[in-house]
């Protein structure tokens, strides 16, 4: 079973452009999220997406966007790119949670787009 | 406010010489604390979940324990290849919390043969 594919692997832009990052779930994981890791501030929420609808987001500035297929395929979207968006974004796939037991939420990463801002 | 703080920050060990990881967390209300291993250049790959105080989970020289308030990762006799960096991630009870984890910062382990 392929796992999670995020394209491109690494990019490379200016301050004031924008960048769309895709991610390809593992067949049948219908919930994608997104995360930013940086060196100082680690792991951090971007956003989750289910069938379609972005159902919880993190506390980043609204140049952080995205949006989700109905193939469950995702891509994220940063405008105007600053300097501290520097960053490796992982987007993780996953099966809907079992009712009232909490299990299954367990997130399969893809590897990455390593994006830096010059 | 929820935090997970994890240490230490990294650790050097000899192969053959078990220590522990900590991860403690200061949540509303705990639904699962999930750890991962990430190896560079890659993303973290699953570990475990845990969910109520007492539970341990075992995965070959892995052992995760949980308490009320921290969670630890043994590492019994590591080898080389256990090196990598491990990440402790919470899920809270709060309502449509929809895979919003919050995750450590790592601690990341070298195993020298």
């Known amino acids: 079973k392929a796992g999670v594919t995020q394209t491109p692997r690494y990019l490379i832009k200016t301050r004031g452009q924008q960048v769309t990052l895709s991610c390809s779930p593992i067949?049948?994981?219908?919930?994608v999220s997104w995360y930013q890791q940086t060196p100082g501030q680690g792991l951090q929420f971007l956003f989750e997406?289910?069938?379609?609808?972005?159902?919880n987001k993190g506390n980043f500035p609204g140049r952080f966007s995205g949006r989700q297929f109905s193939n469950s395929r995702s891509e994220m979207n940063v405008s105007t790119l600053e300097l501290g968006d520097s960053a490796l974004y992982l987007c993780?796939?996953?099966?809907?949670?079992?009712?009232?037991?909490?299990?299954?939420?367990?997130?399969?990463f893809g590897s990455g787009t390593q994006l830096s801002v010059l | 406010e929820d935090q997970v703080t994890q240490s230490p920050e990294a650790l050097r060990l000899q192969e053959g010489e078990s220590s522990s990881l900590n991860c403690s967390y200061t949540?509303?209300?705990?639904?699962?604390l999930f750890w991962y291993r990430q190896d560079p250049g890659k993303g973290p790959e699953f570990l475990f979940t845990?969910?109520?105080a007492g539970e341990e989970k075992e995965k070959e020289r892995l052992k995760a324990t949980l308490t009320k308030k921290e969670s630890f990762l043994h590492i019994t006799a590591p080898k080389p290849e256990d090196s990598a960096t491990y990440l402790c991630?919470?899920?809270?009870?709060?309502?449509?919390?929809?895979?919003?984890?919050?995750f450590g910062s790592g601690t990341k382990l070298n195993v020298k043969p």
């Open positions: 993780a796939s996953s099966l809907p949670p079992a009712s009232g037991t909490g299990g299954n939420e367990k997130l399969f």
């Open positions: 067949s049948g994981h219908r919930s």
């Open positions: 997406y289910f069938s379609e609808t972005q159902r």
């Open positions: 949540v509303s209300g705990l639904r699962g």
């Open positions: 845990l969910y109520s």
């Open positions: 991630a919470v899920l809270t009870s709060a309502p449509y919390n929809f895979n919003k984890f919050y």
